[in-house]
């Protein structure tokens, strides 16, 4: 087997970092300034992940590229997913937020456009009833306390190393079989054992064996992972989700989002205990 000179790649990487800083001096600048009032010098602590010392600061985007503080402009293949599927800043939705803005956002009134959009949905997606929010996050939690008001159930279930955004019963993780806190994360306020069943993605039997309890409200499952590179599901495996889930009376909600608008989508809303 071909062993790793650890040295070398060592002063590549040094010489790589240099650089990175070298290049990038105003994106350094604003990072030393900002984490004098930023948690970690970012707005979200996962910026910190990027490779490189310090994440690059950004200037504008357009299409597929972007532009940092330093003027270097970029091919985006950082998937940011909305930018992944509509392009940044593209024009016609630009002058509709521009256009609503204008005429205020912050009422706590329904207006008839949101009529619109519910309609639209539906006629889309074929679900009945439509709820708006902000974030992947607030639909899946949206979606866990519907299901929990209606099933009467207290747990969860999710798919090893998923990704629901900040849900705390979703940060979980099964090591070597056990399941237990997610290394890296800030703790969860309840221990998620009591909040959450976690088992192998593709792995009927250990999903069988959970929904067994009959303790679990909904199954949580983005369609195909997508926090540990992309773990497609196995043929036949969602029909059988769905199988399970229906014979165990447990919801089944598809976190579809690859995007910020997001939807956390009842999957059927007939199905129920
Ligand atoms: C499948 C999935 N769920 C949830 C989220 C969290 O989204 P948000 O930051 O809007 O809460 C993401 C974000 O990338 C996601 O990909």
Redesign the pocket.
């Known amino acids: 087997m071909e062993t790793v000179d650890r040295k070398r790649l060592a002063s590549l990487m040094e010489k790589e970092v240099r650089r990175f800083d070298t290049e990038h001096p105003r994106s350094r600048d604003l990072f030393e300034r900002s984490k004098g009032s930023l948690l970690a010098g970012v707005p979200m602590p996962w910026m910190t992940e990027w490779a490189g010392p310090f994440p690059v600061f950004l200037a504008e985007a357009g299409g597929a590229r972007f532009t940092d503080v330093d003027g270097r402009e970029y091919v985006d293949f950082c998937l940011g997913?909305t930018g992944a599927m509509t392009g940044h800043a593209p024009e016609r939705a630009v002058a509709a937020v521009a256009d609503q803005a204008a005429k205020g956002i912050t009422l706590m009134l329904p207006t008839e456009d949101a009529i619109w959009v519910g309609e639209e949905m539906a006629r889309r997606f074929g679900l009945p009833f439509w709820q708006f929010c902000l974030?992947?996050?607030?639909a899946?939690r949206f979606a866990i306390r519907l299901a929990r008001a209606i099933s009467g159930r207290l747990k969860i279930l999710v798919f090893n190393w998923c990704?629901?955004?900040?849900v705390d019963e979703t940060i979980t993780t099964l090591v070597d079989g056990k399941q237990g806190l997610r290394p890296g994360n800030v703790g969860p306020p309840v221990d998620p054992a009591l909040t959450t069943r976690v088992v192998e993605f593709n792995d009927v039997p250990a999903l069988e064996e959970a929904l067994a309890h009959e303790d679990v409200a909904c199954v949580l499952a983005?369609p195909a992972l997508?926090n540990i590179g992309i773990v497609l599901p196995e043929p036949g495996f969602h029909e059988q989700l769905r199988t399970l889930t229906r014979a165990h009376g447990t919801y089944l909600v598809l976190?579809e989002?690859?995007h910020?608008l997001?939807r956390a989508r009842w999957s059927d809303a007939r199905v129920g205990p």
């Open positions: 997913d974030t992947a996050t607030d899946n990704y629901h955004g900040s983005e997508t976190d989002n690859a910020h997001c």
